[in-house]
């Protein structure tokens, strides 16, 4: 289930947009957020539910995770998600392959091309 709600600027100012969607106990929310500068970047934050202990002395809590993607990282983060999304939908049969984004590793002949490898600089 996605929900998706522009955030009024009452609510939290430096959110801007905001997408959640529900998957079992986790929630992702995707928010794009306003800096100082008014420079805009994305965040994805992964909020878990966690119960510790049982019955009455059930203590439920959320862990999260969270990444910033920068406006320059946008494309080259959506291009590498959507090969790993292709990857998984075209290998369901186990076969796997790891390329790390960003590496100047080259293959046996020297070309990186056939490991789908793109530079992201951080910087």
């Known amino acids: 289930m996605e929900n998706v709600k522009k955030i009024s600027a ?3 100012k430096d959110i801007i947009f905001s ?7 986790r929630i992702y929310y995707i928010d ?3 800096n100082r500068n008014n420079d805009k970047f994305l ?3 992964e909020s878990k539910k966690v119960v510790s202990g ?4 059930a203590q439920v809590s959320f862990e999260k995770h969270k990444i910033w993607i920068y406006r320059e990282d946008l494309r ?3 291009s590498s998600l959507e090969q790993a999304v292709k990857f998984i939908e075209d290998n369901e049969n186990g076969e796997s392959a790891t390329s ?3 590496t100047n590793e080259a293959g046996p002949a020297g070309d990186d091309s056939s490991l789908g490898l793109i530079d992201i600089n951080f910087d």
């Open 10 to 12: 009452g609510e939290d």
């Open 19 to 25: 997408q959640s969607v529900k998957a079992g106990k």
């Open 32 to 34: 794009v957020k306003n």
């Open 43 to 45: 965040t994805i934050t």
């Open 54 to 57: 049982e019955g009455e002395n």
């Open 76 to 78: 080259k983060f959506l």
């Open 100 to 102: 790390e984004v960003g």
